[in-house]
């Protein structure tokens, strides 16, 4: 498996960050490290990312995931997150397994939209959005390990921002990333 | 008396009492290996296959194999240990497991063997079964996606409480835990809140009504320690 090479510390880790089908609780955990941000913000810079409002990615070490795959565009946006990223990371829940998004997977996706939309209380009738400009929506979610290849997986919903620190500085410094007991956790 | 029996355990010499097994005297000695269908209380069930050890180089399951003096045992091994969290994997996507949203999150053994033994994702493709709630009695609720079969609940009812509520029907992957009533339904069975099966699922599958975060998560039995160092301490505080 790739490690962030430690040699190389004179230039900056580039990081990719985005959220798929996640709630951005992920990506409020990661600023949760509070003043760590600066130490961060000495070994890293940031490719595309909420954060830098950077569109499209280019090659960068590290790329972060938030979020399941929902839709078309998440699976482009992880594919290309997948070819330019050495090191690919699913964070929080939603990336390692789906997630609460996940629970409509043993529905119908046709019915879940037309109760969503139509069924609604009197006068207020409504039909499913059927804008060109919405991304396809996909039949089930998926975590993204079912779509690209992904080097590392950190649990949580969101995981903690220790846990993310930890993650993050073990790969940064080329040890192998470790979480255990109690930062390890599934909610 | 000075003449006691042993075996070794991953090297460790673990005294026992005749007629117990590996898993007991493990315990007792405060030596942890993952299991999740036994019960001390209960009858050694055999089905989880957590427990797996290998026993003078043979596979066997710690929880019904009898201790026998010279016995080596292996058990926190990177083989052993990785055959279980694939077990556990196959349990996770065999349900449905959306710890951030269940009641037991915090309190449920699968998910603190999975802290435990460091199971980072669940790897292979999801079921998504169907499984309809059962929310009719009026102190208990049942989620069944999350049942990992383990039938204590069959075992508690049957065994303490005199009932018989629950079953287990169906053949291979079809097998699935059943409430034993003409409607299936929990409220149609002289179910009560104070029966040992009410209180005995190690998932969130059997759910008292109306407790589920009097303690908040972050506070719960395994947020506080994991699992194999509450079983040990637990040997030593029994001791
Ligand atoms: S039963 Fe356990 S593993 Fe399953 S969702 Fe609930 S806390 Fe998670
Ligand atoms: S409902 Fe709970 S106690 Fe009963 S078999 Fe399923 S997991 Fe075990
Ligand atoms: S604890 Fe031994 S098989 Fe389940």
């Not at chain 1, 399941?68 to 565009?73: H, K, Q």
Request: charged share 25%; with cysteine.
């Amino acid at each position: 498996m790739f490690h962030v090479a430690p040699t190389t510390r004179k230039r900056k880790v580039r990081i990719a960050t985005t959220s798929l089908s996640g709630c951005f609780g992920c990506h409020m955990s990661l600023l949760d490290i509070d003043e760590r941000l600066l130490a961060l913000a000495e070994l890293v810079e940031f490719d595309r990312s909420p954060i830098t409002d950077i569109k499209h990615c280019g090659p960068c070490d590290i790329a972060i995931v938030e979020g399941g795959v929902c839709n078309a565009e998440n699976v482009h946006v992880l594919r290309e997150l997948r070819a330019n990223a050495k090191v690919l990371v699913a964070l929080g829940a939603c990336a390692v397994n789906g997630g609460l998004p996940a629970q409509r997977n043993h529905l119908d996706v046709g019915e879940c939209l037309t109760r969503v939309y139509t069924h609604r209380s009197e006068g207020m009738k409504g039909s499913v959005p059927s804008d060109p400009e919405l991304p396809l929506l996909l039949d089930k979610v998926h975590p993204i390990n079912e779509v690209v290849r992904v080097d590392y997986f950190v649990p949580g919903c969101p995981p903690s921002g220790d846990a993310i620190w930890k993650y993050l500085t073990d790969l940064i410094d080329g040890r192998i990333p470790r979480l255990e007991h109690p930062m390890l956790r599934f909610d | 008396m000075s003449d006691y029996e042993t075996f070794l355990l991953d090297g460790r010499p673990v005294r026992f009492e005749r007629g117990q097994t590996i898993l007991e005297a493990a315990l007792a000695a405060g030596h942890y290996i993952p299991n999740l269908c036994h019960h001390p209380e209960f009858k050694p069930h055999g089905s989880c296959k957590l427990c797996t050890i290998k026993v003078n180089g043979r596979y066997g399951s710690a929880c019904t194999v009898k201790a026998m003096p010279g016995q080596e045992v292996s058990s926190d091994t990177p083989e052993l240990n990785g055959n279980r969290r694939v077990l556990l994997q196959m349990l996770f996507v065999e349900g449905s497991h959306f710890c951030p949203g269940c009641e037991k999150s915090g309190n449920c053994a699968l998910q603190a063997l999975a802290y435990d033994l460091e199971m980072l994702t669940p790897h292979y493709a999801h079921f998504y079964p169907s499984r309809p709630l059962d929310a009719s009695h009026p102190d208990v609720l049942i989620d069944f996606n999350r049942c990992i079969m383990c039938e204590l609940c069959v075992r508690a009812s049957r065994e303490v409480d005199g009932k018989n509520v629950f079953a287990l029907a169906g053949r291979g992957v079809a097998s699935h835990v059943v409430v034993n009533s003409p409607s299936g339904k929990l409220a149609d069975t002289d179910f009560a809140l104070t029966d040992k099966a009410a209180h005995i699922c190690p998932v969130g599958a059997i759910l008292p009504k109306r407790v589920g975060f009097a303690v908040p998560i972050g506070s719960r039995t395994y947020d506080v320690d994991a699992i194999s160092t509450l079983a040990e301490r637990r040997a030593t505080e029994e001791a």
